[in-house]
């Protein structure tokens, strides 16, 4: 099993959905945890980075934790074709070494 | 953005020559990385370093040796390159302390025919 379980999609919406994106972890020492997003060819972009617990938010995009669950969410409101890419979690523990482990990321297409 | 750049940005070579990926990083950021991507397999660690001449194995790292003699520059070599190291590397930033965001750059696409 790995220790970073994601969708890979493809997630197709139309436009002005609701978009929710997830994983699950394995590791209860993980804190850290980030949402990327990458276009085709292009390196990954930081999309959102919380510690802990908790819900995120900044614009259209909220982040949520859920520890106990060892599950995190990206919610994107109102979504755009232009949010057409790929999404990928991110996690790392408070260890001192700066690890980080990727899910394998989830296609996202959002139809005008 | 930790204006990270990568040279080449693309690469096609033969099977058992040696290549040279470099990262430039300008925000003087403690932590750089080195990951490949692949189709199934995502963002794999190659390699890392947590300061000039501190660097350590991650889960692929056979075949890949690096170095880093400045803190803005990480080079990855392949000393012998083979066609299944072909791929998309990247490289990565984390300025350290209190701050664990990881920063990408645009990547290189090797091709090793």
């Known amino acids: 099993q790995k220790e970073v379980e994601q969708d890979p999609g493809p997630l197709s919406v139309p436009e002005g959905a609701i978009v929710s994106l997830n994983c699950t972890y394995s590791n209860s020492a993980f804190q850290y945890f980030m949402w990327y997003r990458q276009y085709s060819r292009k390196g990954p972009e930081l999309l959102m980075y919380?510690?802990?617990?908790g819900n995120k938010e900044d614009g259209r995009f909220t982040a949520q934790v859920d520890k106990s669950s060892k599950y995190i969410s990206l919610f994107i409101r109102d979504s755009q074709p232009s949010d057409s890419a790929t999404y990928l979690c991110a996690m790392s523990a408070i260890s001192g070494t700066y690890k980080y482990i990727f899910g394998t990321g989830t296609r996202l297409k959002v139809l005008a | 953005d930790a204006g990270i750049t990568q040279s080449p940005r693309h690469k096609v070579t033969e099977t058992g020559t040696p290549v040279t990926l470099r990262c430039h990083q300008t925000?003087?950021?403690?932590?750089m990385y080195w990951y490949r991507q692949d189709p199934g397999h995502g963002l794999r660690l190659i390699h890392y370093s947590y300061g000039v001449k501190d660097t350590d194995k991650g889960e692929v790292s056979d075949g890949y040796s690096v170095s880093r003699s400045k803190t803005e520059d990480f080079l990855l070599t392949l000393e012998s390159a083979t066609s299944s190291q072909t791929s998309v590397y990247f490289c990565?930033?984390?300025?350290?302390?209190?701050?664990?965001?990881?920063?990408f750059g645009p990547g290189t696409r090797l091709t090793v025919t």
């Open positions: 925000e003087n950021h403690r932590y």
């Open positions: 919380t510690y802990s617990s």
């Open positions: 990565a930033t984390v300025a350290g302390e209190i701050s664990y965001e990881q920063y």
